[in-house]
């Protein structure tokens, strides 16, 4: 063990800024359902350039209602990729739909196009949405996967939660280029933080209509939505089935304060990331690979163990980083291998990519606060490590 002080593998930064902002609000009229929710509505569809944006408690919540604006339901089918938090996969089956995956590329560790073309050639049942997922920040292949979708009039989700302040193609991730729905998290581990919340943009004005009332319990007091056509001054109507998902007026004005510092954040982190590229290398690690049609948000930095140059474990060098005071963590456990999910039939060995990519990876620290002091305590740890 070591007295070293903890490296967390990511963490949020908080200004002055960000405090007083809260405070203000704490001070100020509405707590929910004020000025901030809109504000910082505003703010991100500026940053992304989307039409629309609808803020929830967390992007989980906003997976959700994408899924239930889309008309996902009962006898509906939604594809994903292994490698995802297990959110991704959950909201489908909580709109009451099946659930399968598309196993990912060994380069960006994203749905691999060919994957899911060789998938609907032969499935017998077409999904209704697919979600791919914008993994450590990197965009998918979503030319190629928009391009699938569409010829098989697919609805897509981007899974964007790690990729705010990222951009594909020219275009900033969320502008939904190639998909319906982009969703983002800003839970504290992630680029920008609300504490917990999420975000989905899209450029089509009858989704975000239909997400916003999925987030407020399907009512509506929008005499261009409301059904009953005379309505008393007090009445609202309620015109589907929805949930409490809204965020709070804190959350709200923490979003849009730590958006103000979005670019410099990412730029951190792609500072932090060519450090770890360049004095990483002659290790037997595989570095992340970055696309040149993205740039990244760079959530996380997950390195592989190469096992055909080191003849050290995974384990033992997740175990000596966290002896070292090092927070690693694995980023991602293959869904359909969780126990809730194979006890609806998903077997390891169904998605080999998925598996050999997990079980040689560990996410190294990258946020915000890391300086280069610690950056080398964790590369020194990982070049003993693998001494
Ligand atoms: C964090 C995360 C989620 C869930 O985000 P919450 O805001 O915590 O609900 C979903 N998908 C991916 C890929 C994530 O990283």
């Given amino acids: 063990m070591t007295d070293a002080p903890f490296i967390p593998y990511g963490r949020q930064d908080i200004s002055e800024d960000d405090i007083a902002a809260v405070v203000d609000v704490l001070r100020s009229d509405f707590l929910t359902q004020g000025p901030k929710v809109p504000e910082f509505e505003a703010a991100i569809a500026a940053a992304t350039s989307a039409a629309h944006a609808v803020a929830v408690n967390s992007a989980t919540s906003a997976l ?7 008309g996902l339901g ?21 709109c009451g739909a099946d659930v399968d995956f598309v196993d990912i590329r060994d380069n960006d560790y994203c ?9 609907l050639a032969s499935a017998t049942r077409k999904p209704d949405i697919i979600i791919p997922v914008h993994f450590a920040g990197q965009s998918a292949n979503m030319k190629a996967i928009g391009a699938i979708a569409r010829a098989h009039g697919i609805k897509v989700i981007e899974d964007a939660s790690h990729a705010i302040g990222g951009s594909y193609n020219g275009t900033p991730i969320g502008a939904c280029e190639f998909s319906d729905i982009a969703v983002f998290s800003f839970h504290p581990v992630k680029i920008i933080t609300s504490a917990e919340g999420g975000i989905a943009t899209t450029q089509n004005p009858d989704l975000a209509k239909k997400m916003d009332l999925f987030r407020s319990h399907g009512v509506t007091r929008d005499a261009g939505l409301m059904e009953n056509q005379n309505p008393e001054p007090w009445e609202y109507d309620q015109v589907a089935l929805g949930l409490n998902y809204r965020m709070t007026e804190m959350q709200a004005a923490l979003g849009a304060s730590q958006t103000l510092r979005l670019a410099e954040f990412v730029a951190h982190r792609h500072k932090l990331a060519k450090r770890y590229d360049d004095l990483l290398g002659g290790l037997p690690l595989i570095t992340p690979w970055q696309n040149p049609d993205s740039h990244s948000a760079l959530h996380l930095y997950p390195i592989l163990i190469d096992t055909d140059r080191t003849n050290r474990t995974r384990r033992q060098v997740f175990d000596a980083l966290r002896a070292a005071n090092i927070g690693v963590n694995v980023h991602y456990i293959p869904v359909h291998t969780q126990p809730d999910y194979q006890r609806l039939g998903f077997r390891r060995g169904d998605f080999p990519v998925s598996e050999r990519y997990y079980d040689r990876a560990i996410s190294i620290p990258l946020y915000f606060g890391l300086d280069d002091a610690k950056q080398d305590r964790v590369i020194e740890a990982l070049r003993a490590a693998l001494a």
């Fill in 64 to 70: 959700h209602i994408a899924c239930l604006a889309l």
């Fill in 74 to 94: 009962p006898g509906g089918l939604l594809w994903t990729v292994p490698n995802t938090f297990v959110a991704t996969a959950n909201v489908g089956r909580l």
């Fill in 111 to 119: 749905m691999d196009p060919a994957a899911l073309q060789a998938k």
